[in-house]
């Protein structure tokens, strides 16, 4: 197990480099047109040169890199282009408003979707027909819209939310519910969806496996069947499942933050993209894919943990 | 999933008419077409220009004379920028298909044709890429090409590409070792020919469903990458206008309900046109459970009184503890119909009594099996009979049923290593199992399974009761699952062939046990088997099963002597051939 472990980690380490590198690269490739865009249009060429040159852009890339690399490891993400903001103070402030939305709606994602799953996979009939007809429309409509309907209807025809803006939970709790409500909603309705409709498949598979049919006979009863035994095998394949919905919710968070303006991760990584600032940008796309990795870690580990055959080999 | 390699281009006609027919494939097919034809006609067909203002009309509501959808904060006009902005769609569309197809199909279908390195590392690739969150990515490059939408459109193709290759190489891997293509092989074809006919064939369903769930996530990447502001805020396109309207949602709340309903419409048309699609193609996808409905009329249907003609007289006697009259099971079968496999059997055990239900497989031995548990699969129907213990119907009353299983009836299965919960060590299910059926406490219970661990001829039960499933042999799993069924001191076990899956060896021990319990336990015992060498070792009667019927029915010496039926002495003659072939 623990060689399992080690393995994972070393894969981990392995994406990191491999994908900052490439993101690095094609980002920071191209020195003159960064300081151009700096600059502006109107920059002489020589200012342009003399700000490749200040920004160290004139090194060769993998210096540079070694230079971004050596620093995020003691935690330093370089300067904004712009401001001359650290990005790790910036990220510092951004990162638990995304962090907040997505565990907050994954935590939520969970226990619904485990709830309508099983279900679902038990009941079966009308009530299982149901769930997976609003689950394709859930899944379908992306979640900016599922926003957008929220704001249209909560906030500007019945005036129960505020449309937009973050109070920050210092300031005051029940301000800061309310500025995530919305939110945290409009996320969940695709997750759920989706992560239900997964969960009802794992769970139908576990009723059809041999064992279930023979613990049956053994007397036992179905709320033992589908609590104790149901329910625990289904748990490996439900955790893939929410590896994918914490990496949909990631991605998912971008669009909210734009339509709720919450200063969260995907915001900041929207408007450095849109000025050019790509030291912001990239170091939004590090703090990301380090989440997903240590998601999938996770996951990858407690997977290696439920499953017998692989614990005690 | 195999598609048939001869199918002609008539098929794909009948395919594309039977989406049609549906009412869901119809519809999201009409909605698509319209959206291209608006978009191949736009210049010609929309009201004005994208991006021609008429200050009036800012923010007109809809039904505005001359702006049907009214107009945006800058008084353009609605309807004309969306019909506009479904050519921007349509293009994101071709591209991402273009390049998620030419990479994804591609890499899927060498690595699966030729395996070996490059498919080692195409996998790594397509795990990372599809561990990465795409629309920080795409986010990331448009700090590099500036508002591109083709370019992030191309990017997100290669995103998305690996969907396409672990489909294809799936595919490809199950279709590679098929006959036909080894046959292919034989006949000398090279490998591009094997790829190109036979391949792409099998290929090409899978990637039809695929690709309507790919444009569907494109669609709405596009409009979300153009509503973030990452779009050329000059030209039109769904996410824009979305974008236009939200951002003066209090001064004209209707702006946003068009491009909205444009974009999940859409969306959501791609979606369930891929569901048609997979219904379609692959039929095999769906439940076949019937609506409780549909359940009750066919079992009307099937009562007329037109259960099997002659039925085997049963003995009568005082000491049958388990018997089964007039039991007949049916399944929903292709095309709504519904196929009867058990045509009203009789079946009589004594107490103490080993009896044999031979026959081929498929022949309904199991299901009879099943339905005297109460554990036939939750799409069976039972249309008739009964099946008494001591007299008491079981199927009539499920309480009754519920009682029984486990405490008086037991089953032991047939494969011992898929019966055992993979999770749970042997001494957790096996306490679990014995205190759902007793009033033992923990304690109890643990004591009686060691008893019982070592009557079944397990040595030291203590360390077997610590292990889990996988760390045992299939002939102790099996002697595992004979104490869980005797466990509860039942009059009656069921085994449905239970030494198939195990070693010679194996098997003369575990039928030696099965008979000794019989004797020290007065069990009455249902041996389901398709070996009739196992029928004479161990069984006192033999009922022979042939398409749901019981054919003819004996003592086991006569049977063997003097087979009446036609069919039994079938099945002897060619049980005898086996067995010279194996010696």
């Known amino acids: 197990m623990a060689l399992s472990v080690v393995k994972n980690l070393a894969r981990s380490l392995a994406v990191l480099l491999v994908v900052t590198f490439a993101t690095f690269t094609l980002m920071f490739g191209n020195g003159p047109g960064i300081a151009q865009a700096v600059l502006g249009l109107n920059a002489r060429p020589e200012d342009v040169q003399r700000e490749v040159v200040a920004l160290g852009l004139d090194q060769p890339l993998l210096v540079q890199y070694w230079h971004w690399l050596s620093g995020a490891v003691t935690g330093n993400l370089g300067e904004s282009f712009y401001t001359g903001q650290s990005v790790t103070e910036a990220l510092s402030s951004r990162v638990p408003v995304t962090l907040a939305l997505v565990v907050i709606t994954l935590v939520l994602t969970v226990v619904l979707s485990v709830l309508l799953g099983v279900t679902a996979a038990v009941k079966g009939g009308w009530v299982d027909r149901l769930l997976q007809f609003v689950s394709v429309l859930g899944t379908a409509v992306p979640a900016f819209i599922v926003a957008i309907v929220l704001v ?21 709790i029940s301000g800061w519910v309310k500025s995530v409500t919305l939110p945290v909603v409009a996320l969940l309705v695709g997750a759920v969806a989706s992560a239900a409709a997964q969960f009802r498949t794992a769970v139908l598979d576990t009723l059809g496996r041999d064992y279930v049919r023979t613990l049956r006979a053994r007397g036992i009863s179905e709320r033992h069947v589908i609590f104790r035994h149901v329910l625990r095998n289904s748990a490996g394949p439900g955790l893939t499942v929410l590896s994918l919905t914490t990496l949909g919710l990631l991605g998912g968070a971008v669009f909210i933050e734009q339509v709720f303006a919450l200063p969260g991760m995907g915001q900041l990584a929207n408007q450095s993209a849109q000025v050019n600032d790509v030291p912001m940008v ?28 692989a614990r005690t080999r | 999933m195999t598609v048939d390699p001869a199918a002609s281009p008539s098929t794909r006609r009948r395919v594309f008419r039977r989406l049609l027919r549906s009412p869901q494939g119809a519809l999201c097919l009409a909605w698509l077409a319209l959206i291209v034809l608006v978009a191949a006609t736009s210049p010609w067909l929309a009201p004005s220009g994208p991006t021609v203002a008429d200050l009036d009309a800012a923010n007109a509501p809809p039904l505005t004379p001359g702006h049907l959808l009214g107009g945006d904060s ?24 273009a390049v998620s197809i030419a990479v994804g199909v591609a890499s899927g279908l060498v690595a699966g044709f030729y395996r070996g390195r490059f498919e080692g590392a195409a996998g790594f690739v397509s795990d990372v890429v599809m561990s990465l969150p ?13 508002p591109n939408i083709p370019a992030a459109m191309a990017v997100f ?34 490998d591009l020919r094997i790829v190109g006919r036979h391949v792409l064939w099998a290929v090409r369903a899978p990637v039809i469903i695929q690709s309507s769930f790919v444009l569907a996530a494109g669609i709405g990447i596009e409009a979300g990458v153009s509503f973030l502001g990452l779009g050329d805020p000059a030209g039109a396109s769904w996410g824009i206008v979305l974008q236009n309207s939200f951002n003066g949602i209090y001064n004209n709340r209707w702006a946003v309900v068009w491009p909205a309903l444009v974009i999940s419409v859409t969306i959501l048309a791609l979606v369930l046109l891929g569901n048609a699609l997979s219904d379609v193609l692959q039929s095999s996808a769906r439940s076949r459970t019937l609506s409780p409905r549909r359940r009750r009329a066919a079992q009307e249907a099937a009562q007329p009184g037109d259960a099997a003609g002659e039925s085997i007289p049963v003995g009568s006697s005082d000491d049958v503890v388990l018997s089964v009259r007039g039991l007949r099971i049916a399944y929903p079968a292709a095309g709504g119909e519904v196929r ?12 103490g009594e080993i009896h044999g239900l031979v026959g081929e497989s498929g022949s309904g031995k199991s299901q009879i099996a099943f339905a005297t548990l109460g554990i036939l699969p939750r799409e069976a129907l039972i249309f008739g009979g009964s099946v008494l213990l001591d007299g008491d119907d079981l199927l009539a009353d499920p309480a009754k049923m519920r009682a029984a299983r486990g405490r008086r009836i037991a089953y032991v299965p047939q494969e011992p290593m898929s019966n055992l919960d993979p999770s749970f060590t042997i001494g957790k299910q096996l306490m679990y199992g014995l205190r759902a059926v007793t009033r033992l406490d923990s304690r109890q219970a643990r004591g009686r399974v060691v008893e019982l661990l070592t009557r079944v001829g397990i040595s030291d039960p203590e360390r077997v009761m610590r292990l889990y499933p996988h760390e045992i042999s299939g002939g102790m799993a099996q002697r595992v699952l004979i104490c869980g069924a005797v466990a509860a001191d039942p009059d009656v076990i069921v085994a449905d062939e239970p030494t198939t899956a195990l070693d010679v060896t194996v098997q003369a021990e575990v039928l030696e046990l099965l008979r000794e319990l019989s004797r020290e336990r007065g069990l009455a015992m ?39 039926e036609a069919y039994t002495k079938e099945l002897l003659s060619s049980s005898r051939s086996v067995e010279l072939m194996e010696i």
């Open chain 1, 152 to 172: 249209f209807t909560f906030a500007v025809a019945w005036r129960m939310f505020p449309a937009t803006g973050y109070v920050t939970p210092e300031l005051s």
């Open chain 1, 282 to 309: 990239m170091g939004t796309v590090l703090v990301t894919i380090v989440i997903v990795l240590v998601v999938n870690f996770l996951g990858d580990l407690t997977t290696i943990l439920l499953n017998p055959k």
């Open chain 2, 74 to 97: 800058a008084g353009r006009d609605i309807l004309s920028r969306l019909m506009w902005g479904s050519r921007q769609t349509v293009l994101a569309c071709v591209i991402v298909l």
């Open chain 2, 134 to 146: 795409g629309i920080v990515l795409l986010i990331a490059l448009y700090a590099l090409t500036g």
């Open chain 2, 157 to 190: 193709g290669l995103l998305i590409a690996p969907t396409y290759y672990r489909l294809v190489r799936n595919v490809v891997l199950g279709v590679r070792n098929e006959l036909y293509v080894d046959a292919a092989r034989v006949a000398g074809l090279s």
């Open chain 2, 340 to 351: 009867e496999v058990v045509h009203g059997v009789d079946l009589d055990v004594r107490r």
């Open chain 2, 526 to 564: 249902i041996l389901v088997t398709h070996n009739l060498g196992v029928v004479a070792d161990l069984c006192d009667v033999v009922s022979v099963m042939k398409d749901g019927d019981i054919v003819e029915r004996a003592e086991v010496d006569d049977l063997f002597r003097s087979p009446r």
